[in-house]
């Protein structure tokens, strides 16, 4: 069944979907805690030693606990990469960064609303540096985070889930809410690139490994995707975007 609806969000540049110059973005709807709904990246990945991830996340309402937003496997190590998110009722989102088994402190993110929220998170196996950022701003960061290893090869990177083995079952830990816009980079952006691509509201071509799009990743069959309209309003020094949004069910089979 097709339906559609019109949602407001904020749209001053660092906060929710940004204008973007194409007139749809796909966005990715994991609702109900399910330990089926993923979506995998169809991307073969080198050894990592610096990276970045950026995306657009927008968290269930009535869903609270820990989960795994994305999540990276390689076939000697299921828990190679992830990014966390704790979410209890009436506080803010926290966010935490896991790479090769450790993981880092929970930082406070956003609130948790109904609005989409920009988050990107960088790490380097130099000093194992990481760093979490929300709406542009360094949320949390630190050294000493598995710095003896580069992440591993031929790895399964996840949306919504986070493999209990390589290629295997998911654990109980999943995402609830939607995803959009995910880039990775195969170095650190710095805090000016960030401020820099938020602002324009497009990804930085240099190091750009992975672009969001429909036909880089496979989805599976009961995942909801929505496609995302923009337009631009402005109401007195402050700017809104209405966002019309295209719900469809995903029918595509997935084998991890």
């Not at 973007?20 to 330990?35: E, I, Q, R, V, Y």
Request: glycine share 8%.
């Amino acid at each position: 069944e097709f339906t559609e609806k019109l949602v407001f969000v904020a749209a001053h540049w660092n906060f929710g979907i940004c204008d973007h110059s194409s007139p749809k973005t796909l966005a990715l709807d994991f609702s109900g805690c399910s330990n089926r709904k993923h979506a995998r990246l169809l991307h073969k990945f080198p050894p990592m030693g610096p990276f970045t991830v950026c995306t657009q996340l927008r968290f269930d309402l009535e869903t609270f606990g820990v989960s795994t937003v994305f999540s990276y496997s390689i076939q000697s190590y299921a828990n190679e990469f992830q990014l966390q998110a704790r979410v209890i009722r009436s506080k803010p989102v926290h966010l935490a960064l896991l790479v090769h088994g450790t993981r880092g402190p929970y930082k406070k993110a956003f609130d948790h609303d109904d609005s989409w929220h920009s988050v990107c998170v960088s790490w380097s196996q130099n000093g194992g540096h990481w760093a979490i950022y929300a709406h542009d701003y360094v949320i949390g960061q630190g050294d000493g985070l598995n710095s003896t290893d580069s992440l591993g090869p031929d790895g399964l990177f996840i949306i919504g889930q986070e493999l209990e083995t390589f290629g295997g079952s998911f654990k109980s830990e999943s995402f609830s809410g939607s995803v959009t816009e995910l880039h990775i980079w195969d170095r650190v952006l710095n805090s000016s690139e960030i401020f820099t691509m938020e602002k324009k509201c497009s990804p930085i071509s240099s190091g750009l490994v992975f672009k969001w799009s429909e036909a880089a990743m496979e989805m599976e069959n009961s995942l909801t995707k929505s496609n995302i309209y923009t337009t631009q309003l402005k109401f007195g020094n402050n700017f809104f975007t209405a966002s019309r949004i295209s719900s469809v069910s995903v029918y595509s089979e997935m084998k991890v």
